[in-house]
């Protein structure tokens, strides 16, 4: 190929599509976004491989599987030596830096030579930061970018993560009318007591906490807008790259635990409010512009279309990546017949719960999840039996469980999902919880069996 193109990948913590008006929400959250879907590539069904931040972004950076990059709940940080997409593309002459707006996405940035980690509000316009780390962008652009040396750019925004708090105009904008803002801030935005037990939240709480969702989506659309008027003046965009994905969607009480308590947050489960994320890809030399792709894709297949548009030879990368290049998929191609998303037990959910009750029982949380999703059907696998099966182009709510109705099927696909799985190369590296809220949770967690640090021979 000719002149390298820079490579930006712009990361919406916690954004779902079913509230972004470029993939056809009636309010106008994403007028920017809409502009870039027009001029780029928006791919309908795309999957993130794992529910929260570390272990997608550690998929994203090095388009494993968590089960084969090892990080996650139980492992809180990014284990081995798998080859990262910033340590290739540094290797490849890029200028590599990582705008980063927490610490669970930089536990990932292996391979960056810059690293920013930036929480800070600006206190004229309060955010979540990101208008504070936009024109960090746009700094760091005017005092490194003169055309000749390729970068790669990642930039995390924490908008529409909780707590939602949007600034003005968008709180006004998009809050419920007959809500005033004593009443939405009352609205408990704490996944934890939820799942302590301790908050029951109704059916406005919900809504409330819908609208203001909504007002983060927006905020955060404005502040890339500002990114993508730079890139426009600088002449910028035309030579780059341009990737904008969520790590994750998040639970605003669509479905319950179990029977015990509502899901909120991103953890828990594997439906698809948390699993299926927007991905829009301008670059228009490979993407065509307005294209609209239906087949089954993965974050992880990111890293994967680079090393193919970039046309790199790393004999390590043959072994390691286990996504596929989008490139395909524009053609009309499905390269994936599924996609595959998993949650470990989740320790770090258990020391977040207990720190809120010591009282509650851990146990529930004592629970693996493998979705197994075509274009049509969806298969939850759990390690307790709580099977579940859904066919998406009827129900796709996921509200009506078809593992009783449907074993076949479902064997069908856990035969399926077991034989991919067996195919893999898996990572164990036991219980390493660096991050946990009180260490006499793991004492306890480890006097039940639960937590399973490994120890060295004696």
């Known amino acids: 190929m000719g002149k390298k193109p820079n490579i ?17 929400y009636a309010k106008k959250t994403t007028p920017n976004l809409e502009r870039i879907a027009e001029e780029g590539t928006l791919f309908l069904n795309n999957i993130t491989p794992a529910v929260w931040t570390l272990p997608s972004h550690a998929s994203l950076f090095t388009g494993m599987y968590q ?10 940080f990014l284990p081995g030596r798998p080859a990262t997409l910033a340590e290739v593309l540094s290797s490849e002459s890029y200028r590599t830096v990582a705008f980063f707006g927490n610490e669970w996405a930089a536990i990932t940035g292996k391979g960056f030579k810059e690293i920013c980690l930036v929480k800070k509000v600006d206190p004229e316009n309060p955010d979540k930061g990101s208008l504070h780390r936009a024109r960090m962008v ?13 970068f790669f750019m990642f930039v995390q925004f924490m908008e529409p993560h909780l707590p939602c708090w949007p600034p003005e105009p968008f709180r006004s904008k998009f809050l419920l009318e007959d809500v005033t803002e004593e009443e939405a801030r009352k609205v408990n935005q704490d996944p934890n007591l939820v799942r302590a037990g301790k908050v029951r939240m109704s059916e406005r709480d919900w809504a409330i906490l819908r609208s203001l969702y909504d ?10 807008g500002m990114l993508f008027d730079y890139l426009r003046e600088r002449g910028i965009m035309e030579d780059t790259l341009l990737i904008v994905v969520a790590d994750h969607g998040d639970m605003r009480g669509e479905h319950d635990y179990m029977g015990r308590f509502q899901l909120m947050g991103h953890h828990l489960c594997v439906y698809e409010e948390l699993i299926r994320v927007p991905l829009i890809v301008r670059y ?8 609209r792709v239906e087949a089954l894709v993965q974050t992880l297949d990111i890293f994967p279309t680079v090393v193919q548009i970039l046309g790199i030879k790393d004999e390590r990368l043959g072994r390691q990546l286990q996504g596929y290049s989008l490139l395909p998929t524009l053609k009309g191609e499905h390269v994936r017949s599924f996609a595959l998303t998993e949650y470990q037990k989740s320790i770090h959910m258990c020391d977040r719960v207990m720190t809120v009750n010591p009282n509650v029982d851990f146990r529930i949380f004592n629970r693996w999840l493998k979705a197994y999703r075509t274009l049509r059907y969806k298969y939850i696998w759990a390690s307790d039996g709580r099977d579940e099966l859904y066919d998406l182009s009827e129900d796709p709510g996921e509200r009506c469980n078809l593992a009783d109705e449907m074993p076949e099927k479902v064997e069908e696909m856990r035969r399926q999902l077991e034989s991919f799985l067996l195919s ?7 219980d390493m919880l660096h991050s946990c809220k009180k260490a006499e949770n793991l004492k306890r967690l480890k006097a039940w069996g639960f937590y399973r640090e490994i120890e060295s021979w004696p």
């Not at 930006?8 to 056809?24: E, H, P, W």
């Not at 084969?68 to 809180?76: L, R, V």
């Not at 228009?284 to 294209?291: I, S, T």
Request: proline share 5%; net charge negative; hydrophobic share 30%.
């Open 67 to 76: 089960s084969s990059h090892g990080a996650g709940a139980s492992c809180d």
């Open 138 to 150: 746009i700094d760091w652009l005017e005092r490194n970018y003169d055309g000749k040396e390729p």
């Open 215 to 224: 007002g983060e989506t927006a905020t955060l659309d404005h502040r890339m």
């Open 424 to 430: 893999m190369e898996m990572h164990d590296y036991g």
């Open 8 to 24: 930006m990948i712009f990361i919406m913590d916690t954004q779902r599509v079913d509230n972004l008006s470029c993939y056809g």
């Open 284 to 291: 228009p030399e490979v993407f065509p512009a307005g294209a």
